[in-house]
């Protein structure tokens, strides 16, 4: 659980490649992620190209509509992201690996299916000192020129749609502390472990 609990978002990241032998172990670990009967039609597309990761960065940047910070409601000061800092214009932060999944765009779970691998490759990459950032906008990223290219160019089946990306590389500077957390009080149905409800 400590890797749950320690791990960062990171867009702050080194100007260092990822070594190949790693990727395969986060692969790895993301092959075992859990999806919606087992169907595992799931589909990774890792990209080590600065060039294009760039790019794409900069597309999934101007698909970006949300909420820009003000100066007291903000994302974060230590990894400031693009509703925080405007003049920030590629949302993949410059990673020097890019891994954006795929799925079929009938299935109804394939965005469940996609993030939770996601949550397992950012996991996985932490506990070898890898940085992440999951990333949406997606499906907008990849329906561009260069998104269908990439698509074509190394067989992404007919029908399956960009889902998630997650930039991958290692932090310049660090992982930050944890923000305190102010989820909502737990709300427990069923208050005895013998299975009685309190009427």
């Avoid at 320690?6 to 490649?17: A, S």
């Avoid at 595992?40 to 820009?68: K, P």
């Avoid at 990333?135 to 698509?151: C, H, K, N, Q, Y």
């Avoid at 997650?166 to 009080?185: H, Q, S, V």
Wanted: hydrophobic share 35%; charged share 25%.
């Amino acid at each position: 659980m400590r890797g749950m609990k320690e791990r960062r978002t990171i867009r702050r990241f080194q100007d260092r490649q990822v070594p190949m032998e790693d990727l395969d172990r986060i692969l790895d670990a993301a092959a075992y992620s859990p999806n919606a009967g087992n169907r595992q039609t799931t589909v990774t597309l890792v990209c080590r190209d600065v060039n294009i990761n760039r790019a794409l960065g900069r597309i999934n940047r101007s698909a970006f509509h949300g909420r820009v910070s003000s100066g007291i409601d903000y994302v974060s000061v230590d990894e400031p992201s693009i509703a925080d800092d405007p003049s920030i214009k590629n949302a993949f932060y410059d990673a020097p690996t890019v891994i954006t999944l795929f799925g079929p765009g009938d299935f109804l779970y394939t965005a469940p299916d996609c993030w939770i691998m996601a949550s397992n490759i950012a996991l996985a990459a932490y506990s070898m000192g890898i940085g992440s950032c999951i990333l949406g906008r997606a499906e907008e990223t990849f329906d561009s020129e260069i998104g269908r290219r990439l698509v074509a160019e190394n067989g992404i089946p007919e029908g399956y749609t960009a889902a998630v990306h997650i930039a991958l590389g290692y932090p310049d500077g660090g992982f930050p502390e944890a923000k305190p957390r102010t989820y909502p009080e737990r709300i427990v149905v069923g208050r005895y472990d013998d299975g009685r409800y309190e009427e």
